[in-house]
């Protein structure tokens, strides 16, 4: 940080756009339910045995790089059970807040978590709109028209990594985040989707996670850069400062 003084001017979105309500973050903790338990069990145990295969030693580069892969691909899948575990409860968790009329936004990452959100989305009758790495150009535009314009339309489902820069979700103030990011900057962009120039009302972000899962450590370990990036950035931990 004290580096970076001489050479960056640091302004934070709050000095400038100083009509911005404020954002605050907030942790619901999960289960896993009955059902996803053995198959979460079975994704831990072959994450487990990934690990311990990478970590033998006396490996060749290319069979230490084939493991590698391996245990990427196992923690991927473990990841895809626990966002499914998250997305079964979902409606337990945005109910509340759908009951009141209010417009929400739901980030996940995997296919398969945002397939089951619009299973439940639809079970339940809520209006919709679906944006994933599928939808692209006029068609993607008009489902953030629709959303932003639309009273009945109520929830945007959307798959984080592609609503970057640009988007302009503010017809809501609370925005769900199922599966999390590896870096807090991905997560910021979305939580910034609603948090930006036009938000009338107070932001809340909701971050789920399952609890005694992979999730509790992805969690530690993101809010950790996220105090690191700021000690370097801001020089200062993130709750000395204003989000």
Known sequence: NFLLKSLMIRREKREVLKELPDKRREFIYLGVPPSILRTHEQAE???????????????????RSERRMLAITALNYLRQIVGMSKAEQI????????????????????????????????????TYVRID????????????????????????????????MGVDLTEASNV?????????????QGEDRLWRLGQKKNVAVWYLVAENTVDD????LIESKRRVISQIVDGKLPDEQSL
């Not at 009141?100 to 439940?120: A, N, P």
């Not at 993607?140 to 945007?156: G, L, P, T, W």
């Not at 769900?176 to 910021?188: G, H, L, M, N, Y």
């Not at 450590?217 to 530690?220: A, E, N, R, S, V």
Request: net charge negative; hydrophobic share 35%; charged share 30%.
């Open 91 to 126: 409606m337990e968790v945005i109910t509340p807040t759908l009951e009141t009329k209010e417009k929400i936004v739901i980030f996940g990452h995997y296919q398969v978590t945002l397939d089951k959100i619009e299973e439940s989305l639809k079970k339940e009758g809520y």
């Open 133 to 164: 790495g599928n939808i692209t150009g006029n068609k993607r535009q008009n489902r953030i028209d629709e959303f932003q314009e639309d009273s009945k339309c109520q929830v945007m489902l959307a798959s984080i990594m592609t609503m970057g």
């Open 176 to 188: 769900f985040i199922v599966d999390r990011q590896w870096t807090p900057a991905v997560e910021e």
């Open 217 to 220: 450590k992805m969690t530690d």
């Open 45 to 63: 145990r072959g994450l487990r045995k990934a690990v311990r295969d990478y970590n033998t030693d006396g490996l060749s580069s290319s069979i």
